[in-house]
């Protein structure tokens, strides 16, 4: 059974910095990819970052620049590094996983009956 766990989130000021951490269990990771999706209220699913099959990332396009995802396999880890958070990264952010090629095709559109989702971790950026 396929479990990922969140960490790390918090609240911050506006230009300040917060990693993230998903532990996963249960998972194979020859076929499941992973990644970092966060969700505002009433807002829609956004997806911040992934990991593809080859190891390439993957960020939102609002995205690229602050924030920084790594897996450490050997720990079964993913990670997400936050740097000059602004007040609208406020959300709760989720780890997902799920097949490789599902995770590529949907990155913009996942929703997480597509795979496997975590509880999240509320991120919370004051001005």
Not at 3 to 28: H, M, P
Not at 74 to 82: E, F, R
Not at 84 to 89: G, I
């Amino acid at each position: 059974q396929v479990q990922l766990l969140e960490s790390g989130g918090g609240s911050v000021q506006s230009g300040g910095s917060l990693r993230l951490s998903c532990q996963a269990s249960g998972l194979n990771h020859a076929t499941y990819c992973m990644g970092w999706f966060r969700q505002s209220p009433g807002k829609e699913i956004e997806g911040v970052a992934h990991i593809d099959k080859e190891g390439s990332i993957h960020y939102g396009d609002s995205l690229k620049g602050r924030f920084t995802i790594s897996q450490d396999i050997a720990k079964n880890t993913l990670y997400l590094q936050m740097n000059n958070v602004l007040p609208e990264d406020t959300a709760r952010y989720y780890c997902a996983a799920a097949a490789c090629y599902i995770l590529d095709k949907t990155f913009d559109t996942y929703k997480p009956e597509f795979g496997h989702w975590g509880q999240g971790t509320q991120v919370t950026v004051s001005t």
